[in-house]
């Protein structure tokens, strides 16, 4: 039997930091770890004692591809906190805003940093001669997304507009027609893409997991909702700790998760296993052609999941539009009263289940905060993974071996450095 | 300007005579007379401005001369000058409208000074602001009534014809804004945050655009988009008139013009000032020009002035106009009134003696004290109406084949504003530049324009997160002012279309030399076979599209043939890609600018040529001309200085001079080598060698500021007079054409009033380097 | 030969290297042809020790971080600090404002002495930075000057003055005025003074300008409502680790 070696240092085409450590001899696994070591950067203590307009700012820096996620749950636990209820108008921006993002971030990951490796190339970089089209198409779809974002809220990354019981300021309504007409005009591109994934051979693993995301009974869960799972009945959001059960492990800065069983899932295909039958009709029917049919267990679609679910977000995004020129849109200024309290946001970040946990005095002051990442929650999942994937394939080459772990976890898309602060349990009391 | 018309009277020919020659010299028109029966005959046939008169004359007395002159000229201001004053001669001289006095024997300058604030100052001396709004501007000749639905059909009407630029509300404030519909439009507002003239002067706008595959290319881009300004206030309506002499009258902007041209300018009264307004203290509360229409509401209705044919056309093409009752006219004066009485600001002193006032009092700990808190954030500079300072900048697009030269507002009072190439900074306490920003304001714009710096809007003191910034609180506090001349009608000049003073010529670099370990000499020609045509002293703005442009002297002399030369040290971003062309290469060439060495003066004398370092290579255009035409010429006296023998450059042109037996040649190195044998120390060491005839000879230098200080003093001390020392100052020149205000010395531009200026001129600006 | 550009990352949130990547497609296109870039692990798997030119983002929190960027500096003929975190430490530095142990204690618990950590740098306390690209995120255009700048040989121009020049082209209406309080009169200008034209006040994240009134600023903080003590929690955010001069 074989002996291999491998060493993934820093692996690429993720955010953030991650070791990948594979040492087998003769067909004896000796060690098999996901390894994070991404500087740990001590978000939770940093916003301790910050005003209640700052936090949301600070909050955004932990991550520069889901900013938008971080804030608006950020501004939602405060909102939770102090007891405040956002207009219509706040709570429909906001979910276009988000869909701004979900557009960004998956194109970003199943062409950019994904696909590379089904094409058989080691980045987007050499796509330009071969795959021109589409990566100017992608160029155009994230260029679109940034612009909806600078449009709603005045930028894409570390957004301004989106504040503690509404928005800064009130978006153009004839420049959101524009974005609705470019939407529009995206779903040709969205066809092509799709037509190029059928070509592409997903690679095929399974393993059943707990698989865990917001459920909202009125729509796909984006942006709202309560926690949803395979394996219980849904839960309201205040009661996050009970399902993420946060804990160490020496070889990683990022703790690890964990519920019903050993360890679960959150992002696309969690959202997809859970709510399939609330995805608009051209998802779904995007879906079929893709091959994806829930339950889906396995880790390789979740990027297909994603390029589902981009094509429902643009969906979304050209009917919230619609409405929004039929109701016009009006400048409203937030008014917020400071009180002492907690308070829990939720959203689903496009790698998955993201919480903001605040508490505040009553000069609205921050006393003790604690975030769930996606990808935190994540980590324990792809270990499993791995532990379950490697035996299977140990008689393939190292470059294989090799190749198939990079990219099991890159389909999770993972976002490490977000992934990097943890908090514990109880809080020492210190303002 | 037409020249000012003085009449000297006084019984002694020597006096009259000296009088009449320093005041011709100042720039006066002078007429004579020697006794009060001819001055009376004189004054009834011309209208002098001012006489300058002796108590003591033969036959009709001083005192009868002046009370007559009165009735036949009451505008005629009067001087008295006297042996023998006596404190019952002066009060009798005042009281019939003498101005001041002078005691015998006159000193010239004190003359001139007297003359010069009597000339600037206006009517007769009303002391408070009430009586000066009392005796406001000439009535309008063409006032019309409309109504308030006239008022809109007008503002639809334009809405259809172009773009209009209305006074909306944003977040509790106002702006000027583009108007959708009439509903937007407010009338009735304080102060908008910025002013109007932003859309005939944008924060920001493209100048050029240029394209460098195979040999620079330029591009003129302009704005000529139909606008219609509405809701203008007539301190606002002021400010446009002084931007349009800045940018019309001399060296016209044509993007400025084009913009201005298309614009069509609605005024509007102002019945509700700004809480930091004291515009009737600057006298801009009221326009009686420089605006189409001008609206003020009566509450019964509006009243429009119209001020050109355009205006009386719209008035009649929309708002059915009629002819004003009397009822409408006295309401229009109540309305008026009462505006006057609801600002909250004032000068305390006539603006008239801000002049003198800010002129005595530049050393005044007042400037350093009051901007201790001052940010130099700007604010002050960029919300104001008649700041028009700018900064140039060259921006290329990634492919690095095309790009564009754009300019945007700057300031006086940002840190940076006065810092050159080499780094040192002009102004570089926060003292003296809200000292010069307020010198702007209440002298400097004056004197070189004829108009108020300041239109008293109160944006800069609103805007001031300090509050420093207050024009009138700075003057108040500094206490005394005088009047300010009022300003006669005004139209908007057509401007000739001469080349556009931003777009560079295309001039081909035909050699490249080395002259040090930094300096290279180039020889440029102009592309389409032009000859520069300069003046020895001048200077150029070369142009390097996409990195920018920069002043750089002209070193060869024009008697030199088409081709001139430019010696450049590489010291910045420009210089730098100067120095890394090759022969063959296009450059962009605009220029020459600047006053040259007063060629006239040194005609028939001696000169002694005096350079430090770099200073040559102005000084050698110069050194060339006058060998070129050596019988125009006295003695030639050249004194070099360098710091070692391997910073010499020129050097076998040097060697030339050296050898030239017309000319007297010097040098010396601050340091020598081995090889080295000849003088060693600074170039002022060489001064006592040479004997000068301190009659016959003027000095022309050109070296580093520090250089100046100690040749000049030299100088001095062999007895050369101020005005025979001549020296070119360097300052940051962006423009070249006296608008972006980077060059300047107090009131005066470097890039026009210089660089060349004898040691008498410099004596009077204090921020020179001396 | 077209340079070569490497793009790292130290403690970050990789917003800024990302928004290269969120450059209109005519740029990013006419930016790849004119540079070659050897190393982007986020974007491409190959990677080079061989570059001309690096940016680098984030700052530096750990030990090992430190002889990491001086490999690179030596590497580099051009070290270009990248975003606030690069250039002034940015919002990594508010942890420097409690004691080490505190801080680690507090998110990590017992496990706490696993972890390396030392107090948050900007780059150029390690090493000489060469251009400096400011902001949280920095808007793209002045990485693009910066480029640009290198490739003609100048030096870029990037504003002196405060974000208050900005905010006046802009037409604002200062942020102080809508009972905010805001850094900007003391801020490098360079960003469009975009947040207080979306609403907000100005945080500071390009860092200070060169001869700032601090003295000055806080006393209008004061005079809007800011005790001195939140007076200076607002400059914590970004502005404590400064620019080497």
Redesign the interface.
């Known amino acids: 039997m074989k002996t291999s070696k491998i060493n993934v240092h820093?692996i690429?085409?993720?955010?953030?930091h991650g070791d990948i450590v594979l040492n087998a001899v003769d067909g004896e696994i000796e060690e098999l770890k996901w390894k994070v070591i991404e500087?740990?950067?001590?978000f939770?203590?940093?916003l301790?004692?910050?005003?209640y307009n700052?936090v949301p700012?600070?909050a955004s820096?932990?991550?520069?591809?889901c900013?938008i996620a971080h804030t608006i749950a950020s501004v939602k636990a405060v909102e939770a906190a102090f007891g405040i209820n956002p207009t219509e108008q706040t709570l429909t921006l906001r979910k276009l805003l988000h869909n701004a993002e979900y557009l960004?971030s998956h194109v970003?990951h199943t062409l950019?940093?994904a696909a590379?490796d089904y094409l058989g190339v080691?980045?987007?970089?050499p796509l330009?001669e071969t795959h021109k089209d589409i990566v100017?198409m992608a160029?155009?779809l994230?260029?679109l997304a940034?612009n909806m974002a600078e449009i709603i809220?005045?930028?894409?990354?570390?957004p301004?507009?989106c504040?503690v019981g509404g928005?800064?300021?009130t978006p153009d309504i004839n420049a959101l027609k524009d974005i609705k007409q470019r939407l529009e005009a995206a779903r040709g591109d969205l066809e092509i893409i799709v037509k190029l994934f059928k070509t592409l051979e997903i690679l095929s693993f399974e393993r059943e997991t707990e698989y865990i995301a917001l459920k909202d009974s009125r729509e796909y869960a984006l942006v709202n909702g309560d926690i949803g799972s395979t394996d219980s009945q849904t839960l309201p959001v205040s009661s996050y700790l009970g399902v993420t059960n946060e804990f160490?492990v020496?070889w990683s800065?990022a703790k690890y998760t964990k519920h019903k069983r050993d360890s679960y899932m959150v992002g696309a295909l969690s959202r997809f296993n859970l709510n399939h039958g609330q995805l608009l009709p051209q998802a779904k029917n995007a879906a079929v052609e893709l091959g994806l049919i829930a339950p889906n267990y396995n880790p390789y679609m979740i990027t297909v999941a994603q390029l589902v679910e981009t094509i429902h977000v643009i969906e979304d995004s050209i009917n919230i539009i619609k409405h929004l020129e039929s109701t016009g849109l009006k400048e409203e200024t937030p008014v917020v009263k400071v009180k002492a309290g907690r308070g829990v946001g939720a959203v689903e970040a496009p790698r998955g289940l993201l919480i903001h946990d605040y508490t505040f005095n009553d000069k609205g002051i921050l006393t003790a905060a604690n975030c769930i990442i996606p990808t935190n929650q994540n980590h324990n999942n792809i270990q499993k993974d791995m532990e379950a994937l490697v035996p299977g394939i140990l008689d393939q080459t190292e470059d294989e071996i090799r190749r198939k772990l990079e990219m099991l976890v890159r389909s999770y898309d993972p976002c490490i450095?977000?992934s990097t602060?943890?908090?514990?349990i109880s809080?020492?009391n210190?303002k | 300007m037409a020249k000012e018309m003085i009449l000297v009277v006084d019984d002694e020919a020597i006096v009259r005579e000296s009088i009449k020659d320093w005041l011709i010299q100042s720039g006066y028109q002078v007429l004579t007379a020697e006794n009060g029966e001819e001055a009376l005959e004189m004054i009834k046939k011309q209208d002098f401005r001012v006489m300058v008169l002796d108590i003591r004359l033969p036959g009709e007395s001083g005192i009868n001369v002046l009370a007559k002159a009165k009735t036949i000229n009451p505008k005629l201001k009067s001087i008295i000058i006297t042996a023998y004053p006596t404190e019952d001669t002066l009060i009798e001289a005042k009281k019939h409208g003498a101005i001041d006095y002078l005691i015998k024997p006159v000193i010239p300058e004190d003359l001139e000074k007297l003359i010069q604030d009597t000339v600037n100052s206006i009517d007769d001396g009303v002391a408070t602001e009430k009586e000066r709004i009392e005796k406001a501007p000439s009535p309008i000749t063409k006032l019309y009534s409309i109504t308030s639905s006239g008022v809109k059909s007008l503002i639809e009407g334009l809405i259809r014809e172009r773009e209009v630029i209305g006074v909306k509300s944003k977040q509790g404030k106002f702006i000027f804004d583009k108007l959708n519909s009439y509903d937007e439009l407010i009338l009735d507002y304080d102060i908008t945050l910025l002013p109007p003239s932003k859309f005939l002067f944008p924060a920001k706008e493209t100048l050029l655009k240029f394209n460098v595959e195979s040999g620079p290319k330029f591009q003129v881009v302009n704005d000529a988009k139909p606008r219609a300004l509405v809701g203008v206030h007539p301190d606002d309506i002021n400010a446009i008139a002084l931007l349009d002499d800045v940018f019309i009258k001399i060296n016209p902007d044509p993007n400025y013009i084009t913009r201005r041209q298309n614009t069509l300018i609605i005024g509007v009264n102002c019945l509700h000032p700004a809480s930091e307004s004291f515009a009737p203290s600057m006298g801009t509360n009221t326009a009686d020009s420089g605006y189409d229409l001008l609206l003020t509401d009566i509450g019964i209705g509006f009243m429009a002035a119209v001020g050109t044919k355009t205006g009386a056309e719209l008035l009649n093409k929309y708002a059915n106009p009629r002819e004003v009752t009397g009822e409408e006219i006295a309401r229009q004066k109540e309305v008026r009134d009462e505006a006057v009485t609801k600002y909250q600001r004032s000068l305390n002193v006539p603006k008239e003696r801000l002049l003198k006032l800010l002129q005595d009092n530049y050393e005044n700990p007042f400037w350093e004290f009051r901007a201790k808190s001052c940010l130099s954030c700007g604010s002050c500079v960029m919300v104001c109406p008649t700041c028009f300072c700018f900064d140039v900048q060259d921006e290329m697009a990634l492919n690095l084949i095309e790009g564009e030269r754009y300019r945007n507002w700057d300031g006086c009072v940002l840190v940076d504003f006065a810092k050159v190439a080499s780094g040192e900074n002009f102004r570089h306490t926060k003292g003296s530049r809200f000292r010069h920003r307020i010198l702007r304001k209440g002298k400097y714009i004056l004197e070189k324009y004829g108009r108020a710096g300041c239109v008293g809007c109160g944006r800069c003191a609103t805007a001031c997160l300090a509050k420093i910034a207050s024009p009138v609180e700075a003057f108040n506090a500094i206490a005394e002012s005088e009047r300010v001349k009022e300003e006669a009608d005004r139209i908007i000049i057509e401007a000739e279309s001469k080349h556009n003073i931003y777009l560079p010529h295309l001039a081909l670099l035909v050699n490249v030399q080395d002259l040090g370990a930094k300096e290279k000499v180039f020889d440029f020609k102009f592309v389409d076979g032009r000859a520069l045509g300069h003046k020895p002293g001048q200077f150029v703005e070369v142009s390097i599209p996409g990195i920018g442009e920069s002043p750089i002297s002209i070193s060869s002399s024009p008697t030199r043939g088409e081709e001139f030369q430019l010696a450049v040290r590489n010291v910045g971003s420009v210089t730098n890609a100067l120095h890394k062309l090759k022969e063959g290469q296009v450059v962009g060439i605009r220029g020459p600018f600047g006053k040259g060495f007063p060629i006239d003066q040194l005609k028939g004398k001696d000169i002694l040529f005096i350079a430090g370092g770099i200073g040559l290579f102005p000084l050698r255009s110069l050194i060339q001309y006058v060998l070129d035409k050596r019988e125009n010429f006295g003695r030639i006296i050249i004194l070099l200085g360098a710091r070692s023998p391997s910073e010499r450059m020129f050097t076998s042109e040097l060697e030339q001079w050296n050898r030239n037996p017309s000319i007297e040649y010097m040098e010396t190195v601050e340091k020598g080598d081995e090889k080295w044998m000849g003088n060693v120390g600074v170039v002022t060491a060489l001064i006592p060698k040479v004997r000068v005839d301190i009659k016959n000879t003027v000095a022309v230098i050109v070296g580093p500021p520090i250089m100046y200080r100690f040749v000049i003093n030299e100088l001095k001390k062999i007895g050369l007079a101020d005005e025979h020392i001549v020296l070119s100052l360097e300052r940051r020149m962006k423009c070249g054409v006296g608008k972006c205000g980077h060059c300047q010395i107090n009131g005066i531009y470097v890039c026009q009033d210089g660089p060349v200026f004898t040691l008498e001129q410099l004596r009077g600006l204090r921020e020179a380097v001396l | 030969m077209k340079p070569r550009v490497a793009f790292f990352d130290f403690a970050s949130c990789e917003g800024c290297q990302l928004e290269a990547l969120n450059l209109d497609a005519g740029e990013l296109l006419d930016l790849i042809a004119a540079v070659d870039i050897v190393n982007f692990r986020e974007a491409m798997s190959e990677s080079s020790d061989t570059y001309d030119i690096a940016f680098i983002e984030g700052s530096v929190t750990r030990e090992s971080d430190i002889a990491r960027l001086e490999k690179i500096r030596q590497r580099a003929k051009i070290l270009i600090a990248l975003g606030a975190c690069a250039t002034i430490g940015g919002v990594n530095c508010l942890k420097n404002h409690m004691p080490m142990e505190e801080a680690l204690k507090i998110v990590y618990g017992e496990d706490a002495k696993n972890y390396d950590t030392i107090p948050t740098k900007p780059i150029d306390e390690v090493v000489h930075v060469d251009y400096y690209v400011r902001g949280c995120p920095p808007p793209t255009s002045e990485m693009l000057k910066v480029v640009k700048a290198i490739l003609l040989g100048k030096k870029p121009e990037i504003p002196n003055y405060p974000v208050c020049v900005e905010c006046k082209w802009s037409g604002n209406v200062c942020a102080f005025e809508r009972a905010m309080t805001c850094l900007g009169p003391v801020s490098r200008a360079g960003c469009g003074a975009i947040c207080v034209t979306k609403g907000r006040n100005c945080w500071g994240c390009r860092g200070l300008v060169d001869e700032p009134n601090v003295d000055s600023e806080k006393e209008i903080l004061q005079k809007h409502g800011i005790t001195l003590e939140q007076a200076l929690q607002k400059f914590q955010i970004y502005c404590t680790g400064g620019e080497k001069k």
């Open positions: 820093y690429t085409r993720v955010e953030g500087a740990p950067r001590f939770e203590a940093m301790r004692g910050r005003n700052d700012i600070i820096r932990i991550c520069g591809i900013s960004e970003l950019f940093l590379p080691s980045s987007v970089f330009v100017v160029l155009s994230k260029r940034y809220a005045g930028r894409k990354t570390h301004l507009g504040v928005f800064s300021m160490c020496p800065t450095s977000c602060h943890l908090l514990k809080f020492t210190k």
